[in-house]
């Protein structure tokens, strides 16, 4: 480790050697009037901004952009910043912890609690596009769908919980992510078998060469797969 | 218990057949002394889908007045089996024990059921304090909690003698509350800082424990959410007052560090409503009614 390494340390940084980044979407009145408050009470920035080391006394912002625009606004000379290390982790990390950007749940492998706590987040939101979803009956059936096997997020459409393509589907896709599995070769499982479509479920029975597979119906077909 | 030459091998053998045989029913008592919070409609859901899910389960009617378990399952009504099973010594509980049957092309399900007595509605208090004590349920389950994975019972809503039996023998107890009925949640407070905290001390074992309360009824909006919210917190402040914390009891997630008030609900609606005129619980009837019950019973009994 280098002598001159500052990862970690906080600093009095001068307000022109530091690049703004992605700045902040805050309305203006929050930063102006946040502005006067820092001034009324003694200017200095307690909570500090988070930047990264862009090169010799250059700097910029990976987040609390909110506090690095009020500094601005306040017309501080110098702000206090942490510097942190320039990985991406680190950059989406402290984003999260920062409140600026929304983290994301596994779905393939989420438990039933978080997937509840994540769809009542999205429920509860302001204007949420979910308002209609039912807690209870949509947790359920995502939690009991095969979801480890899901490539994307269009499933969750036809577990009939009033999850439908479109802006509902897009709210889902900003709390979860998918890291499928692939489907593996002999399904037994019933449940699972439960929730494909008859035309999957044929497509299955021929490969593995049962007959009379036209004249059959879901349920005869899940028997003889299972 | 002291232990020597003359008992030694009864003690033993007593322990070991607990050892052997330990109990796996959960004994749940679904109470609140308000009435019209849907004891009965939880009771009969919860049995439904806990039997669905593959458990065994009794369910007993102990609102003799009422009897509204045993006529929502279309189960005719006894006539002193139950009383003669709890008053007398040689009768046991195995007795009045009927069996309810459901069955589609696809499914076949059934659960026992101990129905109401009409012999106890009439019963003063009095007299039945002549006949039994408190602890008779109780130790009458014996037999059950071999057999069943969850007992429930459906009490009525006062705290008469008969209400406190069903107390007694519970493991844990399940408080139905409406959001937009202040009484229940103020009885819910009630039975929480007196009434089980008397049956605890009476029973010494550290049982029954109540559950965190939940929702049941029509649902909720923000601005009805608040109120009761504002309730509650009433309810809590009066309880600290008497150096009770019944946080944990109305909040169950929130912590120092998060402020979360979120309750659990169960919505209850036209279709769970109605089914009790086809004598099917609910969730054999209502895909929605289905899913709100498993959260429920996933929530308070399965993880």
Partial sequence: ?226 | MALDLSNVDRVVADIRKKIESPSRALTVTIYNNKGGVGKTTTTVNLAGILTFLGKKVLVIDFDFNQQDLTSALGIPASNGVLKAALTDKNVGLESAVNQYNFSTKKLQLSFDIIPADNDLANESDDKLRTLMQMRVLYKKLEFARQEYDYILIDSSPNWRFISQLAVYAADVILIPTKHNNLFSLENAATALQKFIPEIQADKGDGNPIALPIFFNGEKITQPQLEVAQKAINNILKNAKKDKFDLLPYFYPKYTSAKKDLHIHQVPSYANIANAVFSRIPAVYRDRSAHDYYKDLAKEYFLQ
């Fill in chain 1, 1 to 226: 480790m280098k002598i001159s390494n500052i990862i970690g340390s906080l600093m009095h940084l001068y307000l022109d050697e530091i690049e703004p980044g992605e700045g902040t979407d805050a309305p203006e009145f929050l930063i102006k009037a946040t502005a006067n408050i820092l001034k009324q009470k003694g200017g200095r920035n307690w909570l500090p901004v988070i930047v990264k080391e862009t090169g010799e006394d250059k700097y910029q912002v990976i987040s609390n952009s909110f506090v690095y625009a009020v500094a601005e606004e306040a017309g501080l000379e110098r702000v206090w910043c942490i510097i942190a290390d320039d990985s991406d982790d680190t950059i989406t990390l402290t984003k999260i912890l920062a409140g600026e950007e929304k983290p994301k749940i596994n779905l393939s492998t989420a438990s039933r609690d978080e997937i509840m706590a994540a769809l009542q987040y999205l429920i509860e939101q302001p204007n949420s596009e979910l308002k209609s979803v039912k807690l209870a009956v949509a947790t359920n059936r995502i939690d009991e769908a095969p979801r480890l096997y899901w490539k994307n997020f269009e499933p969750i459409t036809s577990l009939k919980c009033g999850i439908t393509k479109g802006k509902k589907l897009d709210a889902i896709k900003s709390v979860f992510y998918l890291t499928p599995q692939s489907m593996p070769d002999t399904i037994n499982d019933v449940t699972i078998l439960r929730t494909m479509t008859t035309v999957e479920l044929k497509a299955i029975a021929k490969k593995r060469g049962i007959a009379g597979i036209t004249k059959m119906k879901k349920d005869a077909l899940i028997e003889a797969l299972s």
